[in-house]
């Protein structure tokens, strides 16, 4: 039995490292060194649909994101400067990565997941098929039920406002949920191939197993969460949005510093048990109180 054959190459059952020890009679050595190496540095994807997930191990070569807001812009006559209508803001992330292997069983499990990430990028259909005469049955357009949305998460960096990049476990919730408008494959040819494995009912040819991969996405944020601040000053998303590590069970329980570089300091408001709907509501006056206190001072 061929190393493709070993279970059916489908969503819901993908080989594992157990199924590659079995075929190649070895435990392979990266798997207990750098388990937990990496246990906390995954670059992990989730196709929410299907639960299909696919991991790398974190070799980021390039990482940045960029805050973009809309505006609608109408010039109006007479005035030098044209009026400013507030549409949306979004969030884009860019980010690159490699997918070194150290052996034929991890360089299979490397183009395993970059297949599962390609697959991500696609739609789901319903069962309705249509037929053509020459070609066979194709898929009906009209039975499109869902637009492919990737969930991601690396760490702190890029997960869910509020939520640790590693806890809970549950990718679903922690991830970052959007859309990936790009990706790119790459296999390193300076670093060569494994080829010595035959590719069982594929054809006569050796399967090429890249010893690298090169990957990278543009994944455009659809946020889940109403990012914003108050009149009173309060951010009304989760505080650790959007880099910083830990959790924050009460959104917008943090007032930040007014335009003046005072920070306005509410009463009352020591920790998290202080934190109850009144006496937020109470700070929220105290702010809008010294904020008017300073405004009559000007």
């Known amino acids: 039995m061929g190393i493709f054959n070993l279970r059916p190459y489908d969503w ?9 020890a079995k075929h190649f009679g ?74 070194p292997a150290a052996s034929e069983e991890e360089a299979l499990l490397n183009l395993q997941n970059a297949s599962k990430l390609a697959k991500m990028m696609y739609p789901v259909y319903g069962p309705g098929q249509g037929a053509d005469q020459f070609y066979g049955a194709f898929q009906d357009a009209t039975e499109l039920r869902a637009p492919p949305r990737v969930i991601m998460r690396f760490s702190n960096l890029i997960k869910r406002g509020g939520l640790p990049g590693q806890e809970p476990s549950n990718l679903a919730t922690a991830g970052l949920h959007g859309i990936i408008t790009n990706y790119t494959w790459q296999p390193v040819f300076e670093d060569g191939f494994f080829d010595g494995l035959p590719p069982d009912g594929f054809s006569s040819n050796v399967a090429l197993l890249p010893k690298t991969l090169s990957l990278g996405i543009q994944y455009t944020v659809t946020h889940r969460d109403t990012n914003g601040w108050s009149e009173a000053g309060r951010w009304l998303g989760d505080e650790g949005f959007p880099w910083l590590p830990g959790s924050s069970p009460t959104p917008g329980s943090t007032l930040f510093e007014d335009t003046g570089g005072d920070a306005v300091i509410c009463s009352g408001i020591e920790g998290a048990e202080d934190r109850t709907q009144a006496n937020l509501e109470e700070c929220s006056a105290e702010v809008i109180e010294a904020l008017n206190e300073r405004a009559a001072g000007l």
């Open 12 to 20: 819901g059952d993908y080989i594992t490292f157990d199924d590659v």
């Open 26 to 99: 070895q435990n392979p050595p990266y798997r207990d060194v750098e388990a937990d190496l990496f246990k906390k540095f995954k670059i992990e994807f989730f196709y929410p649909h299907t639960s299909a997930t696919a991991a790398f191990k974190a070799f980021i070569t390039q990482y940045n994101e960029s805050f973009n807001s809309d505006y609608q812009i109408v010039p109006v006559y007479g005035r030098m400067d044209p009026t400013t209508h507030f549409q949306s803001t979004g969030r884009i992330i860019n980010l690159s990565w490699t997918a």
